[in-house]
């Protein structure tokens, strides 16, 4: 197949990944990509966020498949420039990404399906925060409205933090204040194609920037898949998550078909499983990042098949996607002074050296090539995955890997993963 990649981060680099890795030969293009994308795929200059540059390129180069990697474009309407010219697309159109582009309305949908959710108060001034703050009482949970980078969420003891929060985002929109749901978090996607959908394995990521869940949240600071602690609460996966995709995912895509604003693409279930039951966090359109870098590389099944048969509405003829035994552990190396101000433009060594590790490849988030030199262009710059036959050999490969790499002033978290291979 000829296919096109919208993105620029380690999400999509994934992505192109699992595509290269199948038997098939496919013609691989993306927009904007980054340094290390550049070295899987044919980079084309088109702004991902023009609904008609993207369709006019996919027409012009007779493109068999787009795939929508992050959540401007969808918002943007390009789904629906190319859907409406026939070429098959794998993510929502701008009315059904607002599950992700805007929490109010994610949170109606989820209550119109029947779907397990906390409860949250949506405010436009500072004063209807601070109701809600007491409303809801601590920990404080602040959500901006709209797309925030994954930075537009603040969990906090302290009432003048969440203030402060809800304050640098009022200006552009409503914000969500919502209840604490305490218990472990999974991430769960589902490949939908409007009618139907087939879940993918259960992941777990870290979104706070320190060891032991402290500081700020962040995009992800790393991820681990498949989780074996799952058997102990529920059984087993498979029945944890054919209750998610009874209970959360089909309600919600039957409810957005209802409503003539069909969902085809990723569904993203950011789920947290409380003493009261398991409840949605969060929904996203698109692939989670950095949950998609160790989903993935376990899948069996081609993705281009996978994704191509939710593009064109076929998904009701396959069975559920089969992954590996294979453990997957990545650890995100990001620029310093991330997530508030990341330095960049300095440079990154060792790549090679950290590729060579038995089991370990490398995902690019934020990458460019500077003359003879690989360059940070973001906070979050690369994504070490390690892969092994039990938790213990991935961490340890995921670490010898990262330790080859230098980047000045550059981070990351020393305890992805740990307390799986502790139990």
């Known amino acids: 197949m000829r296919i096109l990649v919208l993105g620029s ?14 038997e098939a030969s496919h013609d691989v293009f993306a927009a904007p990509g980054n340094a290390g994308i550049a070295r899987d795929a044919t980079i084309v200059d088109l702004d991902q966020n023009h609904p008609a540059a993207v369709t006019a390129f996919a027409k012009e180069n007779a493109v068999d498949l787009v795939v929508i990697g992050p959540e401007a474009p969808l918002v943007a309407g390009v789904a629906d420039a190319l859907r409406e010219r026939g ?24 209550d119109a399906a029947g779907v397990p959710s906390g409860r949250a108060l ?21 959500k901006a409205d709209g797309l925030a980078a994954g930075k537009g969420v603040i969990v906090t003891e302290d009432r003048g933090a969440a203030l402060a929060h809800a304050a640098a985002f009022l200006p552009s929109g409503a914000v969500l204040v919502e209840e604490f749901l305490s218990g472990p978090e999974v991430s769960l996607f589902f490949l939908s194609d409007g009618d139907h959908v087939l879940p993918l394995s259960p992941a777990q990521d870290y979104k ?10 962040t995009g992800g600071m790393g991820a681990y898949s498949p989780l074996p602690w799952l058997s102990d609460l529920f059984g087993d996966e498979n029945t944890f998550v054919h ?91 990001a620029s310093e002074g991330y997530p508030e101000a990341p330095v960049t433009g300095r440079a990154i060594g060792g790549l090679d050296a950290a590729a060579s590790v038995e089991g370990v490849h490398i995902a690019h988030a934020a990458t460019a090539v500077d003359g003879d030199r690989l360059i940070a262009t ?31 002033g550059g981070r ?4 992805i993963a740990a307390r799986v291979v502790e139990d």
């Not at 070429?87 to 989820?110: D, H, N, T, Y």
């Not at 929904?283 to 376990?298: C, H, K, S």
């Open 208 to 217: 706070r920037l320190g060891d032991g869940d402290a500081g700020p949240n």
């Open 87 to 110: 070429i098959p697309v794998f993510g929502p159109g701008r009315a059904a990404a607002q599950l992700e582009g805007s929490k109010a309305f994610a949170k109606r949908i989820m």
């Open 243 to 333: 209750h998610v995709t009874t209970e959360v995912a089909e309600p919600v895509i039957r409810q957005l078909d209802a409503e003539g604003t069909p969902f085809i693409g990723l569904l993203y279930a950011g789920l947290i499983l409380t003493e009261h039951g398991i409840k949605v966090i969060e929904f996203n359109a698109r692939f989670g990042d950095p949950e998609t870098q160790v989903v993935l590389p376990r899948l069996v099944d081609p993705l281009s098949v996978l994704l191509l048969a939710a593009a064109s509405g076929t998904l009701e003829d396959r069975p559920r996607p089969a992954f590996a035994d294979a453990v997957a552990v990545t650890v995100v190396l």
């Open 9 to 22: 981060g380690a999400r999509e680099h994934a992505i192109i990944l699992a595509l290269r890795s199948e």
């Open 378 to 408: 973001g906070g979050r710059v690369l994504n070490v995955v390690g892969l092994g036959t039990t938790f213990a050999e991935a961490r340890d490969r995921t670490y010898r890997g990262l330790a080859e790499i230098s980047l000045e």
């Open 412 to 415: 990351y978290r020393t305890d």
């Open 122 to 142: 949506r405010a436009t001034t500072l004063a209807e925060v601070e109701h809600a703050l007491d409303d809801l009482g601590a920990p404080h949970v602040v």
